[in-house]
């Protein structure tokens, strides 16, 4: 597994080594050992989720507050995803930045989303499959959103002008940063 660091300090893309012959291919899509390395602590995985969308549908950006902050490790299984992390955390020295990589089925990466990053993405292809593995149960009361479109952030999201985007009804309503509850 090759880890390549991101823009922002923790955010990190895990790229598998795939081994591929005339039978097809195999890769080792997570381990335990390497991933903590990596992130440099106990990573706990709680929670598995699996989403499919179809093009235009952004879903974001979301995250969880304390007790219920999570950690998210993500892909894209099938199809083609921009996935943005947005750092949420008001002492940190790149508070509102954000990273954005494309995850897809074809070059099999995944991006790590530590707690106190919201995190959203928007499907390019056709349909997407997106899984995720989190470190903390989902909790209503813990939930943020923050307006994928705020521009405070300025997300340069690519292919957006081709495309209609679809929210859902808490995405389309979610406020800017200035107003939603964050880290400190």
Known sequence: MH????????VLIFEPRVFAD?????MESYNQAVFEKAVGHAAPFVQDNHSCSKRGVLRGLHYQLPPYAQGKLVRATQGRVWDVAVDIRKSSATFGKWVGVELSAENRRQLWIPPGFAHGFITLSETSEFMYKTTAPYNKESEGAIAWNDPQL?????EIAAMAVILAEKDAAAPRLTDARLFT
């Open 154 to 158: 300025a997300i340069q999201w690519p």
């Open 3 to 10: 880890v390549i660091a991101t823009a922002l300090p923790n």
């Open 22 to 26: 005339e039978r097809g291919w195999f």
